[in-house]
């Protein structure tokens, strides 16, 4: 007998179902996708217990008529494409025919839909992919999709989901993305008996953004749009931070093709450079673009999800987004960041504004880039007269030797005498500290070397290596716990949606890491204590950035994997930061804990910590080798 076999249709089905569907969020989308295909005007969806017993979708739209209601339903059946030619035009969100029959075969699914020009309506019952029942009714004009007992045939990959909060808070950041680009179109979501997101219709993308965002964000945004000439058929439209910021919106970033919320790291690249000089460095805009493009410029089908889009002319679709923002930041008069002149930048008395090197500078009219350019280097009358300028006698030398000392810059020992030896020789590093340097980094002496510490993530990589130990020793030991410090007045927190529910599945882990965290309503949170090794942190910000990780991680993330997106939140938000300054011992202590303990050279995210210098590095950049 053959070893080749044509599958059931209900096998295809199902298999065709474990790409489509992946969890209650995915029928959430493919549902939404198709109610605003239909041109509706609302859509309300309805949830309970995380959309595994319940997801509702109920719209306004044009509905599907009653010899159509169950074809439907069969695999490739589609209105929205019907020949090759076709795939150079979608602009509708769904085009695939796979989603229905897909969702059916693992549900039990109920269709109630009337079409204009129709007097009565049609529900046909389907369960795991057979029609069950097919009957006229009376309803309003539109659809009404139910579905239930999600994966109630295919158990292993039912037991696969997560808990009702963490699929909840899938399902809305879904319905958060798409309510974001239609505006136009009133949405309501409810789980169980709450409402969570009610968004009438509104005529501006910024109105839409206040709705769901809230002033906090858009606030201090500008609304910019153009028609490209250079890519056919591109405009582009953005919702963008105005500088300078108040706060950092990495997590506030919106990128939308022809409508369709997408990733796309050739398009974030194309925002950040064109803010490039408007922002300091680490400041992460607010943006919110829509690219509306001829679909046969562009590949929607990369992915199942249909989250990654391939451009033709990637360049050209780059330049014309980066040149739009950069030129609405120039003409709203928002100046670019000053940089200091070639004459300021070995002064310790000026402000270091990070000099670029793109591109070539000038000292005194003359060319100055990586190397030396013909007529210009030491011998050069150029920098003979730089030279004397700067010749200073013993007591200028003196003068200026104490004036770099008392810089707030440079926070040493107030005299030499105080800095202390090297430690005695054995198995621990040599350390002396020397300096700590635009109240950012510190210089230390280590081992004979020159080395210069990032103070920030050097701390953080401290106390991820000491939570781990405790949460290891801990797993040992019954009786081993975390210090609390109980909160004075307990700190509200208020979240999304997504990050709530998020929030709402790791209560129980955060309390076992010295976090006692209580819901206060369905968005609303109140810290009562905080681990001691941390309790000056802040709170508000650490819990944004967590639930926003931990979203990120999906249904595939390893088990231990949301410890550590803990502790390593819990260390960023918990050491020293930028531009705080230290006192010398606060600075010997922490080089101390750092390379006495022989940990990695990267923070938990991947960071340096330390760069080293030798006598003969530092011989080799001087030309004295």
Partial sequence: MGKIK????????????????????????????????????RIFVSVEEGGIRLIKVVDDGEGISRDEAALAFKRHATSKISGEQDLNAIFTLGFRGEALPSIASISKIALVSQCDGESEGTEILIEGGSVKSSKTVGCSRGA???VRDLFYNVPARRKFLKSRQTEM??????????????????????????????????????????????????????????????????????????????????????????????????????VYDAYQS???????????????IDPAEVDVNVHPTKMEVRFRNTNQVYQAVRQMIRSALSSAGISPLTKSSPEEWGDPRKKYTNPSFDAPHTIEGKALAAGWPDGVGPKDPVFQVREKSRAYNVADETRYKAEFFQNPLFQTGENEAEWPALETPGTVS????????????????????????????????ILYEQFLNAWEQRNTNEEAGVEMQVLLIPQQIDLSLPQSAILQGQIGLLESMGFKIEPFGETTFLVRELPALIAKMDVVSFLNELTEDLIELGVSSKAEQPIRTIMASMACHGAVRAHQSLSFPEIKTLLEQYFERKTPPTCPHGRPIVMRYSLLDLEKMFRRK
Avoid: W
């Fill in 6 to 41: 044509v599958l059931s249709t209900e096998l295809s089905n199902k298999i065709a179902a474990g790409e489509v569907v992946e969890r209650p969020a995915s029928v959430v989308k493919e549902l939404l996708e198709n109610a605003i295909d239909a041109k509706s005007r």
């Fill in 278 to 292: 408007f922002l300091m460095k680490g400041e992460e805009p607010f943006f919110l673009l829509f690219l509306k």
């Fill in 430 to 461: 040599l350390i002396r500290p020397l300096a700590q340097v635009y109240g950012t980094f510190l210089l230390a002496e280590i081992d004979g070397e020159l080395a210069i510490v990032d103070q920030h993530t050097a701390h953080e990589r």
């Fill in 144 to 146: 009404t999709f139910e």
């Fill in 169 to 270: 808070g899938h399902i809305s950041r879904i319905f958060f993305q798409l309510a974001l680009a239609h505006f136009k179109i009133h949405f309501k979501l409810t789980h169980g008996s709450r409402l969570l997101i009610d968004t009438p219709a509104c005529s501006t993308a910024k109105e839409r953004a206040f709705q769901l965002l809230g002033a906090k964000v858009t606030a201090d945004t500008m609304m910019v749009s153009e028609d490209s000439f250079v890519v056919k058929g591109l405009g582009i439209k953005a919702l963008i931070s105005r500088p300078p910021l108040k706060r950092n919106f990495k997590k506030e970033q919106y990128i939308y093709v022809n409508e369709r919320p997408i990733k796309s790291a050739l398009l974030t690249r194309a």
